[in-house]
């Protein structure tokens, strides 16, 4: 199968994220995904695209988030880009340390700073890398397909 994309603009608000779960669903509909893999995507998508809101464009719903959503024959991608503020350098060095959730959920003052988006976003995807390039904060999100 070759590769498959599309990619869609949404203004930076919260508003939005029905917008955004609704084509990643449509996206992968004639895929016939595990719907807990599909989900996986989703919460992650969506805690990237709600931490892009609130933390880089500070809910600035004149700033956009382009998305681009693709497959192929092993993989689902997903990439966010936004000209927002970038995560700081200290934060994504802390991550790059954290193996898995080693937090403790129940217990907020475990948490990292600034919550547990970037960790769940890590744990429910196969990769994720984070770059800034021309002005633009670029995340993807990886999810491989499960070997048939």
Not at 103 to 128: A, F, H, K, T
Request: proline fraction near 5%.
């Amino acid at each position: 199968m070759a590769s498959v994309s599309t990619t869609l603009s949404l203004s930076a608000s919260l508003s939005r994220l029905a917008e955004l779960s609704n084509a990643l669903y449509d996206f992968v509909a004639p895929l016939a995904l595990d719907p807990a893999l599909v989900y996986q995507v989703d919460l992650a998508s969506c805690e990237a695209f709600t931490n892009i809101v609130k933390h880089a464009v500070n809910y600035d719903d004149s700033q956009h988030v382009i998305i681009t959503l693709s497959h192929d024959n092993h993989c689902l991608t997903l990439t966010l880009s936004d000209a927002g503020t970038a995560i700081p350098d200290e934060v994504l060095r802390d991550l790059g340390r954290s193996s898995g959730l080693s937090p403790d959920p129940l217990i907020q003052s475990s948490w990292p700073e600034g919550g547990m988006g970037l960790i769940l976003i890590r744990s429910m995807m196969d990769d994720v890398s984070y770059f800034t390039k021309n002005g633009r904060n670029i995340m993807t999100l990886i999810k491989f397909f499960p070997s048939e």
